[in-house]
């Protein structure tokens, strides 16, 4: 589904030098607030039960950042309806620096999207599936 990638680029866009404030993870739901530049608060709630989250210490700069969303079919390899991977030592590596290593062997249909929270290095990744209900507002 175009319109979902396309909704949450356009909102993600506004997100460079973004707070990270608080995420909690329950019951398969991951709930992350950001103060955005301008002030405003980015709300946002998936769910997921692949989640990457770096041990960062939670004050400025290391909660500095922006949210990224990609989706999954467009650059990762599919076989048999399962993201894979081929390629040697440097893409391996780069698929770990960009966490693409969370989805290798997932289905195609059930893990559509890779949500990420970066600065220097990705600090929060999680994948969701397009066709399930989220909230991502901003306020």
């Known amino acids: 589904m175009k319109d979902f990638t396309e909704e949450l680029q356009k909102i993600f866009s506004n997100t460079g030098d ?18 955005l530049f301008d002030g405003d608060i980015l709300n946002i709630e998936f769910e997921t039960e692949i989640l990457y989250c ?52 997932l289905s195609i249909k059930e893990n559509t999207h890779l949500i990420t929270f970066s600065n220097s290095t990705v600090n929060l990744a999680f994948v969701v599936n397009e066709k399930n209900d989220f909230k991502c507002e901003i306020t």
């Open 54 to 105: 770096r041990n960062i210490e939670q004050r400025t700069p290391f909660t500095i950042g922006y949210f990224e969303c990609v989706k999954l079919s467009d650059i990762v390899k599919v076989e048999n309806n399962h993201y894979t991977f081929s390629g040697g030592f440097v893409e391996i590596m780069k698929a770990q620096r960009n966490k693409l290593n969370l989805v290798f062997g």
């Open 18 to 35: 973004s707070e990270l404030k608080r995420y909690s993870y329950r019951n398969n739901k991951i709930s992350l607030e950001a103060e």
